[in-house]
């Protein structure tokens, strides 16, 4: 086996600490021991693939699950996912999962006085193709209220999970919407101490996925580690 | 010019909508060749309460230490029919069981074997990162010599071993993320 290269760590202030008491079902789920700082391994640079096979291709359309139309503002979402040397990450899976317009999830625990839609589920997926692009046709969620402080509510959101090439390019995010009021006071959104790394988290308006007549476009570009430039150390380089 | 990894977020307490669909008890079908294991256990939060919204995803090996990825390029047979991917959430009381192979040797940094291991993420509510730990087996020798469990202080690498039940195949591991017996998790990057 030649040679094999890890993935970077993130940079300072870039993702969140475990720990962030704004957000207090951190406290008692956090670890309170520090991490342990593993050297990646085969086990790490290796990850699962989620075969073509297992893919529905109308999983990508929330807005056409059920025999009629969901209500709502009907938005395009789509972007690339990349790695941090802007290298297209291909063929992978994209699932998503999120509230209806009136902002209740079809969840039985989701307690939210609000109206379920019977003609929206709130979940898909799709895979990269060779560009790293995906594309979703969906609902624009509402926000809705949750028990963090007294009158907390989370801004619109479509929560993302991507596996990339590895076990160590996992990553579960969410997606926000441009100009949203609720982002200044939302401490998930405000997680992060890095002011870019937080803004990169919000999607931005796109006349160019805008479809006329029919749905309002949103980009969200997502990055997933990049590799590391220098060689892991690996049993076969001291064959 | 070099970009930075999008910030992780919370899977939330509704993540199942969009992720059940993969989840799945047994892992490696009946004809996949190997040991059968089925390990079951809870995630306890730091006041010992159940954690009913949290999801485990496991990365492992098949039974001859190779991983279904085009990067393991080990001379070893693979047995097509194993993903090496499995997904399992935990129910209302905060347990989790599944069933799979128990994985072979996989190569470590100098040159040496690691133990039998999965890899495994743990996402909740609460969690604005997915937390990454590994279970080890019971009663296996290679333990003693395994880079990662080395790198851990010895009053807390049992957190890591899988527990026999005295059933036969049937460990218990359990997932404690805070307290005097937290769970080891590593840092291996986002």
Redesign the interface.
Known sequence: ??A?C??????PG?????L?PA?R?????????P?????????????????RE?IDPKACDLTHQHAGEPLGERIVVSGRV?D???RPVSNSLV???QANSAGR???R??QHDAPLDPNF?????TRTDDQGRYRFLTIRPGAYPWKNDYNSWRPAHI?F?LFGP?????????MYFPGDPLLAFDP??N??A?E???Q??ISAFDWETTTPGQALGFRFD?????REATP?????S?? | ???????????????????E??CCGDFAASDVPGERVVISGKVL???G?A?P?ALL?I?Q?DEHGK???P????NRPLHAGF???GRVPTDDDGHFRFGTIKPGR?????????AP?L?V?V??????????TRIYFPGEESNAED??LS??DES?RQTLIAKETGKEGALAWNVI???PS?????????
Request: glycine fraction near 10%.
């Open positions: 086996m030649s094999l890890g993935y970077r760590r993130p940079a870039t993702q969140p600490s475990h962030h957000y079902s951190s406290v008692l789920r956090a670890p309170k021991q991490l342990i700082y593993l050297p990646q391994t085969l086990s790490e640079i290796t990850g699962p693939s989620i075969t297992r990349i941090e040397d802007n699932e998503i999962w999830y079809l969840h625990w989701d589920s709130g979940v898909g997926h929560h999970s590895a076990f160590a390019t996992r990553l579960v995010t969410q998930i959104f997680c992060t890095d870019d790394a937080r990169r988290l997502i990055v997933l580690s990049g892991m150390e690996t049993p076969q001291h064959r | 010019m070099s970009r930075h990894a999008t910030t992780s977020q919370t899977v939330g307490p509704f993540y199942a909508l969009g992720l669909w993969l939060d730091g006041e309460g954690v919204d995803e990365w090996a991983y279904a990825h990067e393991d390029t080990q993903s090496g991917f996989v190569p470590g940094p100098g040159g040496r074997l690691q291991h890899v993420s996402f909740c509510r609460g969690l604005l990162r997915r937390l990454v880079f990662a790198l851990v807390r993320l805070q307290g937290e769970t080891v998790f590593f840092d291996v990057g986002v």
